[in-house]
């Protein structure tokens, strides 16, 4: 089941200089947290001249698609799924 | 005297992604993983399958069916839409590793690519370990989930059927040593370029296999089998000499558009029209170019197909002025009939250098000036912030895709 949405999340995000990586740690969608346990994909797109990181993660249980805007500095949940059938 | 197999050390190198969109959502949701999925233009049932996963695969789906088919075959498969801003971001972060390796990288589609070692080729170089390492790097730095063929050989054509050799994740060398030992195990549909109709011309010419093939005389090949040319690139290709390593010049720009909702309303075709001339002359004006050539296609839904072209007078690059003349051509159709797709194109693209001056201005500089500043404005904004009144409403009509091939 796949849901396309656009809300706007609250996000941890963690940078780890030794490690190198830079990856959202937690979200809060709708009043509940999602800690986050894999960062499955990222790219970047651009809507004109907005850039706009796309992350794809897991929280184990949901696959969210959320994007993070340069310009304006807003997370956004773009898409919610759980690998199931429609 | 007859010419000799390829004894060359093979330095092409083709490197292509399994069911690369499916695996591609794989890689970005772990919940589809090893599970059947497709990738399909739309998700309704009578959607075309454009990519059906590895799983999805095993269980008889190809690309080409439709999503009622593939759920006729596994009722649980799940259907995705593309996501064509990943898929182009794999591929260039493919083609990134790949110019590590070499300064002539040819995409040769959105996941395939051959990596001519030529330019930078010696004896120490072992293609099969590069091969193996960029199998690696596709993983650690793309995406465990993706998985690609290598293959590598003399020339491209070679190197494309030892890429097909041991899919998924194959990696195979075609030189001259065991050129004849693979021809023995497949069959001509194998070989890329040969379909059941030439299959058929060749089993007809006494060819049953690709051994045959490779054993048949230029001349035979020429004169008898494909009565041109082609039999002597065939005869060429068959034995490991290149043959493929043309560029082909863009000739003209395109879009096209199946309908979701198949209708005979003129209207409703116009503002499709016009989005694909939108499309279409964002492209042509991004190069630089003029057209003065315009071409519609329309196939009907009892898949009739009808279709004109018109050389033009002038030069233009406008999106006004190319549905302008676009439409011309679509009040030209018998009659009107259920479309089921549409397609447009413009020719004849020059740098309008020699355009010759109107004696009465109809605005046709003005019109060029509008276009490239709502150009600028979409640049800025986003593609279709500002459109045609027509445009209005069609968000989400003729969306973003991926076209197969070059």
Not at chain 2, 97 to 110: G, W
Not at chain 2, 237 to 262: A, N, T, V
Not at chain 2, 312 to 322: A, F, G, H
């Amino acid at each position: 089941m796949r849901e396309k949405l656009f809300e706007k999340i609250s996000v941890i995000f963690s940078y780890n200089a030794e490690k190198n990586t830079a990856i959202p740690y937690k979200i809060r969608w709708q009043l509940r947290d999602y800690f986050i346990k894999k960062l499955a994909y990222h790219h970047k797109a651009y809507e004109g001249r907005e850039l706009l990181h796309i992350f794809h993660v897991t929280d184990g249980n949901l696959d969210f698609r959320i994007r993070f805007n340069t310009e304006d500095l807003n997370w956004i949940l773009e898409e919610v799924s759980d690998g199931s059938p429609d | 005297m007859d010419l000799q197999i390829n004894t060359a050390p093979p330095t092409v190198m083709h490197v292509d992604l399994n069911s690369c969109f499916a695996t591609v959502e794989q890689q970005a949701h772990p919940h589809l993983r090893g599970k059947p999925v497709v990738v399909a233009a739309y998700v309704t049932d009578k959607g075309c399958i454009l990519s059906p996963s590895i799983e999805a695969k095993k269980l008889g789906i190809k690309t080409g069916m439709r999503v009622y088919e593939a759920k006729q075959i596994y009722p649980n498969v799940i259907v995705c839409d593309t996501d064509p801003d990943m898929v182009r971001d794999v591929n260039s972060k493919l083609m990134k590793i790949f110019r590590d390796y070499s300064p002539n990288v040819i995409p040769k589609s959105i996941d395939e690519a051959i990596i001519d070692f030529a330019p930078v080729f010696s004896n120490t170089i072992d293609l099969m370990k590069i091969g193996r390492e960029i199998k690696d790097r596709v993983k650690k730095e793309i995406g465990e989930w993706i998985l690609c063929n290598v293959g590598i050989s003399t020339n491209r054509f070679l190197a494309k059927l030892a890429s097909s050799l041991h899919k998924p994740d194959g990696l195979d060398l075609i030189d001259h040593k065991n050129l004849r030992q693979i021809y023995s195990s497949i069959k001509l549909t194998d070989l890329h370029g040969i379909n059941i109709r030439f299959e058929y011309r060749l089993n007809s010419n006494g060819i049953k296999n690709p051994i045959d093939f490779l054993q048949a005389g230029e001349k035979f090949l020429k004169k008898n089998v494909f009565k041109s040319i082609s039999g002597y690139y065939w005869y060429l290709r068959l034995r490991g000499w290149e043959i493929d390593d043309y560029r082909s010049e863009r000739k003209s720009f395109g879009q096209e558009y199946s309908l979701k909702e198949k209708t005979s309303d003129p209207e409703k075709l116009k503002r499709i029209i016009m989005k694909l001339c939108e499309k279409m002359g964002r492209r042509l004006r991004q190069s630089g170019q003029f057209a003065s050539g315009v071409h519609l296609g329309i196939l009907y839904h009892d898949h009739a197909f009808w279709h004109k072209g018109k050389k033009l007078k002038k030069s233009i690059s406008s999106t006004k002025n190319l549905f302008e003349e676009i439409i011309k051509l679509f009040y030209l159709q018998p009659q009107a009939q259920i479309v089921s797709k549409i397609s447009v194109s413009c020719f004849s693209l020059n740098q309008n250098d020699n355009q010759q001056l109107e004696l009465i201005d109809m605005g046709g500089e003005k019109v060029n000036k509008i276009s490239h500043a709502l150009d600028k404005i979409n640049n800025r904004f986003g593609e279709f912030t500002v459109v045609p009144a027509i445009m209005i409403d069609m968000k989400d009509t003729v969306i973003d895709r991926i076209a197969f091939g070059k």
